[in-house]
């Protein structure tokens, strides 16, 4: 798995992965577009499925039954308590690309915020809530609630006073606000303090969420 980096060689860290079908280098510009404070490092991992022309994902979805669902105007239905296939090993990959990054850039998991966007804001979740390290925070950036089975135990574990900051468009056609409002629910119930931004937008990131997420890496970084 590659890992592009911008920011300086020592300091406080964000780690985001990108969604599915986007290339490896999709939310590098986000080191520019957030100000996150001086000396942050920023750490872009490449998700391990090659869906060809640059597009990479971090497990197989079912894009032919999405795109039949946007047509008919009908919101994506999926199982929100299911681990979807091919998760697991992703979510194995990611966990040593970032034991990777503790032990080879001296990245220190209490002063280093993970996340990411879509697909890679659940990786990345998953690991905040069930891996050993004490990661100092999420960005869930138009993410979703899945894997409840895992998320519901660990989380009610491991949630609470954490720092969580959570972004969803209200038009969301790839996953609906409402799944995201489950999450945020989900979050909040378990003690977790959460910067919480819904907007009214489709499914991506916007100016707003980018501000309101560097005044939020401000007061968690140190």
Partial sequence: ???????????????????????????????????????????????????????????????????????????????????????????????????????????????????????????????????PERWAGLMVLSGTLLAGGRWRPALEQNARDRPIFQSHGRQDPILPFGVAEELHALLVQNGAAVEWVPFNGPHTITQTVCARAGTWLQSVLR
Avoid: K
Wanted: proline share 7%; charged share 15%.
């Fill in 1 to 131: 798995m590659r890992v592009r980096a911008a920011g300086p060689v020592a300091g406080p860290s964000v780690i985001l992965c990108h969604g599915y079908g986007a290339s490896g280098d999709d939310l590098c510009s986000l080191s520019s577009a957030i100000e996150a404070g001086p000396g942050v490092r920023w750490f872009f991992p490449e998700a391990p499925i090659d869906l060809g022309g640059g597009a990479r994902a971090w497990w197989p979805i079912d894009m032919v039954a999405i795109q039949i669902a946007l047509m008919q105007g009908r919101p994506r239905v999926f199982d929100t308590e299911a681990v979807p296939a091919g998760m697991s090993e992703a979510l194995g990959r990611t966990h040593a690309c970032l034991q990777a990054l503790v032990r080879d850039h001296g990245v220190d998991p209490a002063n280093t915020v993970i996340g990411g966007f879509s697909q890679g804001a659940m990786v990345t979740t998953d690991l905040f809530a069930n891996s």
